[in-house]
């Protein structure tokens, strides 16, 4: 293998890093806005909540009709803005979580097919009387290939459950959080 290759190649490879490392700080940026956007208009929604609710609270004059105007509707509107906002969280990460798995899939797929391509080259010009060598080299290599793609199949899969989970515990967060609302009292 020529030193020109081997130049060349690690050249690729850094360019391929570059290149990932830039479109993962795309995603966490493109992730930390819609949060902020998320933030904003959640502070927003809240604001105009809490004015409305303490206007309609302000012409209440029987004290157990406030209490129960706040058990049935403020208390209530708040879980289901509180609920809405963690599901909005969610969307942004599981997309961003997604994103970003696929990029170091790629990764790993490019870093796996040059290493590959590596290996080749070098055994391709080992020196006459090593293919013993050769042989074993190439099996274990090919080992580790298979021991690697089993690794990375049980992190996808561990991956998978996880974002199972966290839907899991969402839909129970939200079938609990906004119960039937009683009727108003006034």
């Known amino acids: 293998m020529s030193k020109k290759s081997q130049d060349a190649n690690g050249v690729m490879g850094q360019q391929r890093a570059v290149e990932a490392t830039k479109a993962a700080g ?21 604001a105009e909540l809490i004015q409305k609710r303490v206007s309609e609270l302000m012409k209440t004059q029987d004290p157990r009709a406030a209490f129960d105007y706040i058990h049935a509707e403020v208390l209530q509107d708040a879980a289901k803005e509180i609920t809405q906002y963690h599901n909005q969280l969610l969307q942004i990460l599981k997309g961003g979580n997604q994103e970003l798995a696929d990029i170091a899939e790629t990764m790993i797929q490019e870093s796996k097919a040059d290493l590959i391509h590596f290996v080749n080259e070098a055994t391709d010009n080992a020196p006459a009387g090593s293919e013993a060598y050769v042989s074993v080299f190439k099996t274990s290599f090919n080992h580790a290939l298979q021991n690697f793609e089993l690794m990375r199949a049980a992190m996808a899969d561990s991956f998978s459950n996880f974002e199972k989970s966290v839907g899991n515990v969402s839909n129970l967060v939200n079938s609990k959080a906004v119960p039937k609302k009683k009727g108003r009292a006034t």
């Not at 930390?32 to 208009?41: E, K, L, P, R």
């Open 26 to 46: 795309r995603v966490a940026m493109e992730s930390a806005q819609a949060i902020a956007q998320i933030n904003q208009q959640a502070t927003q929604e809240l």
